[in-house]
Nanobody, 114 residues
Framework: VQLQASGGGLVEAGESLKLSCTASGNIVRGNHMAWHRQLPGQERQLVARITSFGATDYADFVKGRFTISRDDGKNAVYLQMNGLKPEDTGVYYC?????????WGQGTQVTVSS
């Protein structure tokens, strides 16, 4: 399984970005997908996740601002990020979980200027 993330960039505070992640390889039904991020000098943290049924869960620091979604026809997961803040700056990683295996994308940089 390979994951390819894209959509990061440099934006000003208050602006929006949409991250995309496409999975390829042996993808099975029933997988869960998620976005994590790693801020400078910090450990990787969960941002949002979505189950195969479409149930979602968000970290408190993004609730009301970010929306995770998926398109199973494209084996893709998305993260719509609105109201970005400078403290959202970091590398964002998508991941896919299936059969108790976790796969990671390469990360995409998000930089929010004040």
């Amino acid at each position: 399984v390979q994951l390819q993330a894209s959509g990061g960039g440099l934006v000003e505070a208050g602006e929006s970005l949409k991250l995309s992640c496409t999975a390829s390889g042996n993808i099975v039904r029933g997988n869960h997908m998620a976005w994590h991020r790693q801020l400078p000098g910090q450990e990787r943290q969960l941002v949002a996740r979505i189950t195969s049924f479409g149930a979602t869960d968000y970290a408190d620091f993004v609730k009301g601002r970010f929306t995770i979604s998926r398109d199973d026809g494209k084996n893709a997961v998305y993260l719509q990020m609105n109201g970005l803040k400078p403290e959202d700056t970091g590398v964002y990683y998508c991941n896919l979980n299936q059969y108790n295996e976790r796969y990671w994308g390469q990360g995409t940089q998000v930089t929010v200027s004040s």
